[in-house]
């Protein structure tokens, strides 16, 4: 049976425990299997671009030493995404880039939920680098750190936020920006009546795709 490895490329065993339990409508309905880790050595968030350049050794290293047969890195800057396909011939895909090709299916614009102020940057140039840029609607935060993901407050500032995207920017889809938003996604989506994308499904339904996809090819 095909092992797709979804790895939290930080040390947050609960930010690890919500991804792994928003794959559970994806392992229903597929033979793969789904396996989820943290990198212990990484910091308990990514929200530093220091972060990043550590996490994303880390990650590829990981993946190098890894005989899962597909990879995903599960931070919404997709740490370590390209080293890693220089270290092996097997998929790799990052759940930013996943979760913006996903949103060109469901409107033209698309809004982005970020934890913090100073990821907005590094999620435009993310847009940018992969040709969406028009089609953005903008990228907000709700400004929580990753520690404090777990606050009760925090579903009530993700609707805020995407209220916002909706009502003012012109969203038509809204991606969570961060992999440990996961567990908020079906509330927001139905208190905001429009598509939320959880970035680490959307990655893993692109991978389950291209490995059918593969299959069929060589049969």
Known sequence: MPRILVVNPNSSAGVTRALDQSLNAIRRLSTVTLDCVSIEACPPGIETQADIEFASARFAELVRDSDADAFVTA???DPGLYLARELTARPVVGIA???????LNLGY???IISILDQSVPRHLRAVRQHGFGDRLA???AINVHMADLD????IERIVA???TLRDTDGAQSIILGCAGMAKYRAGAEERLG???IDPTQAAVTRLISMMM???TQTA
């Open 213 to 215: 996809l593969s299959h």
């Open 138 to 140: 903008n990228d907000r």
């Open 151 to 154: 606050g009760d407050e925090v």
């Open 194 to 196: 429009i598509p939320v």
């Open 109 to 111: 614009s698309f809004g």
């Open 161 to 163: 936020v995407g209220e």
């Open 97 to 103: 880039e996943s979760a913006f090709r996903y949103a």
């Open 75 to 77: 931070c919404f800057s």
